[in-house]
């Protein structure tokens, strides 16, 4: 998952606030986090569902994993509870209960940091609700933007430290297939038995794409999801035999780990 675009938008908001806002650019900036948050909640979710899974069917999660996955839970229902409140409050345009909300976020975020051992790279930067010139609507917002945030990077930081690297057993658990059309276009697929979410926190690199064992350069690829794994498309490609190489890469407690694949392939004159 990408949160540089979050990092951006917080930067930017910082800068606009400190400018004074105005009726446009508080509209944009409700909207962002209004989205934003959908985002973060639903990659949120998506793990959520695969730690779920894991644990029903006795996988990768021991007992130090279960216990962390466990406070997680108890933590994602106390922030229920608050966006509950933060929404009926938007909704009725009330926002007289700011101390008691600032005190739940900041409770929260506390026991977050508690679970995650208050490890500096998931901790997130608390949002500054007392002296920042946000509009109460803008204010209520980011908090639940930070919530969602924090709950999902305290669910990456559990991931961290499986046993394996984000589902995968080896280096032979992704495995590819290809088709191609009488235009030169061509489609790799990505198989694994493991479809996992965690690859939205994997590096997708495509190292190289061989032509009769040189180096083609200009060749642009398009890199798609599929219900297996992922399809990569080369269009227009000349005759040839090719060698496609590529990695998935986590960046995991226990240091880089690489999934590496290849694929040979044809295209006929």
Known sequence: ?????????????????????????????IDFHEANYEFINNQKDILRHYAEKNIAEGGRFNREDKFLYANFKRLDSLASIMNHNIDSCI??????????????????????????????????????????????????????????????????????????????????????????????????????????PQMLYGNFIIEDLQLNNK????????????????DIKYENLKPGNYLFKGKIRYYTKKGIKDYPFDHKFEVAK
Do not use: P, W
């Not at 949160?3 to 944009?28: M, P, Q, R, V």
């Not at 609700?129 to 990456?156: C, H, P, Q, Y």
């Not at 350069?217 to 599929?226: H, I, L, Y």
């Open 91 to 196: 909704q009725q345009n009330s926002y007289d209960n700011s101390d008691e909300l600032l005190f739940s976020y900041n409770s929260i975020i506390d026991q977050i940091d508690s679970n995650i051992n208050e490890d500096k790279n998931y901790i997130i930067n608390r949002f500054d609700f007392v002296n920042s010139s946000l509009g109460s609507r803008l204010k209520f917002l980011r908090i639940k933007n930070d919530i969602a945030l924090a709950l999902t990077k305290n669910l990456e930081y559990t991931y961290q430290y499986l046993n394996t690297s984000c589902g995968f057993n080896s280096f032979g658990d992704i495995s590819t297939t290809s088709t191609q059309n009488g235009n030169g276009n061509i489609t790799i697929t990505l198989h694994s038995e493991y479809k996992d």
């Open 1 to 29: 998952m990408n949160f540089n675009k979050y990092l951006l938008i917080t930067i930017f908001t910082a800068i606009l606030t400190s400018c004074g806002l105005n009726t446009e650019d508080e509209k944009s900036l």
């Open 215 to 230: 180096v083609v350069k200009t060749t642009d690829c398009f890199v798609t999801e599929n219900q297996s794994f992922s």
